[in-house]
């Protein structure tokens, strides 16, 4: 469970968490679900689309919670997923 914060941070409005692009090689994937589990902003979720392996790789679900931790790619046993910082759009 992660440890949640007990107080907004002084600098909170300054602090702008940084935007992430999401590359997914579909047909690496092996289905294993590990970036959907273990992702802290619920960024990924099961897509209905069936790759080469036959299974059911990871889609976006909501690509602006994104804040490039980068720990789908370090969890991904089959370098299947990336994520890479882009310029903030709007008010983020």
Aim: charged content about 30%; hydrophobic content about 35%; proline content about 10%.
């Amino acid at each position: 469970m992660p440890v949640r914060i007990w107080r907004k941070p002084l600098d909170a409005e300054k602090a702008k968490p940084p935007c992430g692009e999401i590359h997914i090689l579909k047909d690496l994937c092996k289905g294993c679900g590990y970036c959907i589990e273990f992702c802290p902003r619920d960024v990924l979720e099961k897509s209905e689309e069936i790759n080469k392996r036959g299974v059911h790789p990871p889609r976006v679900a909501d690509e602006s919670r994104c804040v490039v931790c980068s720990f789908c790619t370090a969890v991904c046993p089959d370098f299947a997923i990336f994520v890479i910082e882009k310029p903030c759009e709007g008010g983020r």
